[in-house]
């Protein structure tokens, strides 16, 4: 059994004005985006992008992520309480991004990017899609830096104690996710998209890693104490996850029938 270190959430103390580790997961994010996509660009040419795209593809993405991500929080964990409040909206240093809100926002984020550069939006999404799971990855470990998202009980010796939450093992599943979301993730669809695939293939397998590894990962993670669990016993998240594997599954069949080519 191990204890959470309880870090100081703050990287950097300047006076009254701090660097928060959670803010310095997102420059590792984008930076990982930028090599991986650079990569990309030298040794993919059937992509048929520049570093002019990638920098654009970057601005566009970053908006859609923090947009996206902050709004989807608000409308699908606390939308009462934001709208008691909504002024707190605006305090994104408080915490508070939701992952299927910022994946909406991306999307939206891509489509203006297509309406400037003229590629088909699929081939767009499959460029992206192998450069987001170690930016996914990144997130979870400033989750566990800071000490939310705790796990569920393990009702056992294993696990880890998390003080600011009480004295009982639990599940470290920021690090689940991790492990799942970002290491696991990244190094299939790293791998698949090693030489050219169907239009549309790529996405559909981030589509159901996402959903798939999201959905069983919930299972070790304490459910929102303002939402709880929802029907069928399952929580806000997996219900989230499951129109992404469901879709991703349609666009895989779809893909592999030449349908979006």
């Given amino acids: 059994m191990f204890t959470h270190p309880q870090f100081d959430p703050v990287a950097l103390h300047l006076g009254s004005f701090g660097i928060h580790w959670y803010g310095l997961m997102y420059l590792v994010a984008f930076l990982a985006c930028l ?129 600011q939450v009480d004295n009982i093992a639990r599940h470290p599943s920021q690090l689940y996710e991790f492990a799942l979301e970002g290491i696991a993730l990244f190094c299939i669809l790293w791998w698949f998209s090693r030489k050219q695939r169907p239009v549309g293939a790529i996405s559909a397998l981030f589509l159901i890693g996402y959903g798939s590894f999201r959905f069983l990962a919930e299972y070790t993670r304490e459910p929102d104490s303002y939402l709880g669990l929802l029907q069928l016993g399952l929580s806000m998240g997996q219900w989230l996850s499951l129109p992404m594997i469901m879709i991703g599954i349609w666009m895989w069949l779809s893909a592999h029938k030449n349908r979006f080519g």
């Fill in 35 to 163: 090599l991986l996509g650079k990569h990309q660009i030298k040794h993919k040419p059937w992509y048929s992008w520049t570093n002019t795209m990638l920098d654009d593809a970057l601005f566009y993405g970053a908006l859609g992520t923090i947009l996206g991500g902050r709004i989807g929080y608000v409308l699908f964990y606390q939308f009462g309480h934001f709208l008691s409040n909504p002024l707190e909206i605006f305090a994104v240093w408080q915490g508070g991004m939701s992952f299927h809100g910022g994946f909406l926002g991306v999307l939206i984020a891509m489509y203006f990017f297509n309406k400037k550069h003229g590629q088909p939006w699929l081939k767009i999404m499959d460029f992206v899609a192998p450069l987001v799971p170690l930016g996914l990855g990144a997130g979870r470990i400033g989750n566990f830096i800071n000490g939310e998202l705790w796990g569920r009980a393990t009702h056992s010796s294993y696990g880890m104690i998390f003080p």
